[in-house]
């Protein structure tokens, strides 16, 4: 199975933390967005030109949290995502959670503090982190109370769950994320930084 990624996306992130987690095995091509060659090269494979993409023969596909449970349901033995149809269910709530609420309100301070700058769109709009700063505060307060009383996301497991929601705070400090008041997330986010397979997938700029 092939592997279109690059290090510095937090979607790529998320697939890398769960194969090298479930000792999956991925053969890796690195993309660079910034290159229009990579970038043609991408949307011949995903019309969406987005990351990461897996190739598993003549099969291809996208979004990184499906690419995260499709890699668990081809890995024998693997604990991040279990057979049991409620603990999944539950891990798909936080995974689709993760892609429809927690990661587009980070995103956009993402984009407005730091990618903005780097391709040349000018500096952060005041109006576009407001908006992003309620609902950050919105879903960063569900979070929050959820992880009040566990040290996972689901049940009293590292799951697919806590991979899909760490990764979009990689950069919270260069973004500017206003999360440090949520001692929960931020406990639970420093355990998940403890893990040897998240100090194995920082970022190479």
């Known amino acids: 199975m092939r592997l279109y990624h690059h290090s510095i996306s937090s979607n790529s992130r998320r697939v890398m933390l769960a194969a090298e ?6 053969d890796l091509t690195d993309v660079n967005l910034m290159n229009p060659e ?3 090269r991408l949307a011949e494979i995903n019309p969406n030109c987005k990351l990461p993409v897996l190739q598993d023969g003549e099969f291809t596909l996208w979004e990184s949290c ?3 449970q499709y890699l668990a349901d081809r890995t024998h033995g693997q604990t991040l995502y279990p057979d049991n149809i409620l603990t999944r269910a539950d891990i798909n709530r936080w ?4 892609c429809q609420h927690w990661s587009p309100a980070i995103g956009a301070y993402t984009f407005e503090n730091i990618w903005k700058g780097l391709i ?31 040290q996972w996301l689901v049940g009293d497991k590292l799951s697919l769950a806590d991979f899909a929601l760490a990764p979009p705070l990689m950069y919270a400090d260069q973004a500017k994320l206003p999360i440090a ?17 998240w100090k194995n997938t920082e970022p190479v700029w």
Do not use: N, S
Request: aromatic share 10%.
């Open 21 to 26: 987690y479930m000792g999956t095995p991925l």
């Open 66 to 68: 499906a690419i995260m």
């Open 95 to 98: 995974m689709m959670w993760a």
């Open 38 to 40: 990579d970038r043609r």
């Open 120 to 150: 040349g769109k000018g500096g952060p709009d005041a109006d576009v982190i407001a908006r992003a700063g309620v609902q950050l505060a919105q879903f960063a307060t569900v979070l929050d109370g959820h992880l009040a009383q566990r």
């Open 181 to 197: 008041q949520y001692r929960h997330i931020m406990a639970w986010y420093e355990r998940v930084r403890e893990l040897d397979v």
